[in-house]
């Protein structure tokens, strides 16, 4: 049997993880531009529940066996590592969203000064 390589996980943590979060992450981008403020927040909601169904089930593979102590923090590896997408697509959300408010803010100033 043979044993993947530190090369192969790389390229498969890559193609498997990375590049869908970076094409999502301009999805994100596009979404957050947008007048309304939730299409920009369903990406970090399904990210979120991504990472919950993850941890959810490797608690429940845990529980199956016989875990014990500190066995059972294992589940918090998936809910880490699948939120470091949601914590890009937040980044992304709030840049965005922040010089949208920003401008509204300054609509509403010169409303008020009329």
Do not use: C
């Not at 996980?9 to 981008?29: C, D, S």
């Not at 923090?73 to 697509?89: D, E, H, K, R, Y």
């Amino acid at each position: 049997m043979q044993y993947m390589t530190s090369l192969t996980i790389f390229f498969m943590l890559f193609f498997y993880y990375a590049v869908p979060t970076a094409l999502l992450a301009i999805l994100e981008y596009f979404l957050a531009k947008l007048e309304s403020p939730w299409p920009g927040r369903v990406l970090p909601i399904l990210s979120v529940v991504h990472a919950l169904g993850w941890a959810l089930m490797w608690l429940i593979n845990l529980s199956s066996s016989a875990a014990t102590g500190l066995l059972l923090l294992v589940p918090l590896v998936p809910l880490v590592v699948f939120n470091i997408p949601t914590l890009i697509f937040l980044l992304i959300y709030k840049n965005t969203r922040k010089k949208f408010t920003e401008l509204r803010a300054m609509d509403r100033k010169d409303i008020q000064d009329l």
